[in-house]
């Protein structure tokens, strides 16, 4: 239905900032939500954050302070600002979309993934 485009990826020093971005495309959608989870590897999946349609946001505990998300609604696109990166931040990130089909279904698309690992 719809396509999320990731990129902003990439090795970044430990205190660092990187700043990821998530397109989607499509006309006519009807967004509920904006976010992003990661997956570390040997570990659980973790949301990271999210942003509503009001622009309401909510941050894990782990990031809380040192990511920032926001939403272009004019371009369909999510951003996720990560400053003062930590190892433990070495994942890959996944942005997700909410949105409505028809009149009252709610879809969940995913974009491909992008890596981004703090390294020294």
């Known amino acids: 239905q719809v396509q999320l485009v990731e990129s902003g990826g990439g090795l970044v020093q430990p205190g660092g900032s990187l700043r990821l971005s998530c397109a989607a495309s499509?006309?006519?959608?009807?967004?509920?939500?904006m976010g992003w989870y990661r997956q570390a590897l040997g570990k659980q999946r973790e949301e990271v954050a999210f942003i509503t349609t009001s622009g309401s946001t909510k941050y894990a505990d782990s990031v809380k302070g040192r990511f920032t998300i926001s939403r272009d609604n004019a371009k369909n696109t999510v951003y996720l600002q990560m400053n003062s990166l930590k190892f433990e931040d070495t994942a890959v990130y996944y942005c997700y979309l909410d949105y409505f089909i028809g009149s009252d279904m709610l879809m969940r698309d995913w974009g491909q993934g992008t890596q981004v690992t703090v390294s020294s």
């Open positions: 499509g006309n006519m959608l009807r967004i509920h939500a």
